[in-house]
């Protein structure tokens, strides 16, 4: 059974940081792995996206603020989110593709159950 565990949302004041973590189980290999959020109202947007040989892709929003990284052996991807504002505020969704390239969220694979993260003071 194949199962994307998010963990690590939570309150923070503007400007602090948290850290995401999504380890997946009962999956052997994931070319890309990715965060998504959703704030009320608004669709799903991509966050950060990171292929299995660290090629990384960011939304314009979080570029300088937020760092993806993973660990293959692990199977665990991790969202280093700096200088917090309350836009940010949103459910994280950690997702993955197990081979290709996806352009739409549509195109992954499989999807946690979200972690909320609420920047406010």
């Known amino acids: 059974q194949v199962q994307l565990v998010e963990s690590g949302g939570g309150l923070v004041q503007p400007g602090g940081s948290l850290s995401l973590s999504c380890a997946a189980s009962g999956i052997r290999s994931i070319n890309l792995m990715g965060w998504y959020r959703q704030a009320p109202g608004k669709e799903r947007e991509l966050v950060a996206r990171i292929t299995n040989v660290g090629t990384t892709n960011y939304a314009d929003s979080v570029k300088g603020r937020f760092t993806i990284s993973r660990d293959n052996a692990k199977n665990t991807v991790y969202l280093q989110m700096n200088s917090l504002k309350p836009e940010d505020t949103a459910v994280y969704y950690c997702?993955?593709?197990?081979?290709?390239?996806?352009?739409?969220?549509?195109?992954?694979?499989?999807w946690g159950q979200g972690t909320q993260v609420t920047v406010s003071s």
């Open positions: 997702a993955a593709v197990l081979a290709g390239n996806p352009r739409v969220s549509s195109e992954y694979d499989y």
